[in-house]
């Protein structure tokens, strides 16, 4: 039965986006990946495919800090909320590269669906998957 997350979980689930939309906005690879699972795995916007916290890690820093991510920023909404089990939330998160896009109304240049699990009480990013969307 899918229900919707506890407010105290949800807010944990929105302070880890935040955490990784500032990271990504401030080229802090550590921060975005903050909480990452060791066994996390990372499809992103350009399609590849990336298996565990260290390698989303070298990634990351590749890319935020010389590459091809170093100039953008994000803004990021999570939409589409749900918990299918009391120690999993699925969730959609829509991303522009700024909050004025979002706020005049420009539909999303990214989603992403996450999966978050909790472990030891705290929860993580197990799967998220970037998709660019097409103009």
Request: hydrophobic share 40%.
């Amino acid at each position: 039965m899918t229900t919707i997350p506890d407010p105290h979980d949800l807010e944990q689930i929105r302070a880890i986006v935040r955490d990784v939309q500032d990271g990504f906005n401030t080229n802090d690879a550590s921060l975005m990946n903050a909480h990452l699972a060791d066994d996390a795995i990372v499809v992103n916007a350009r399609g590849a495919v990336l298996s565990g916290r260290a390698a989303i890690q070298k990634v990351s820093e590749d890319a935020l800090a010389a590459g091809y991510l170093n100039e953008s920023t994000a803004y990021y909404e999570l939409s589409d909320v749900a918990a299918p089990s009391p120690d999993v939330i699925v969730a959609r998160k829509n991303a522009w590269s700024t909050k004025q896009d979002a706020d005049d109304g420009n539909p999303p240049e990214m989603n992403a669906l996450y999966i978050f699990v909790k472990r030891d009480g705290r929860w993580l990013i197990w799967r998220r998957q970037n998709t660019i969307v097409s103009s």
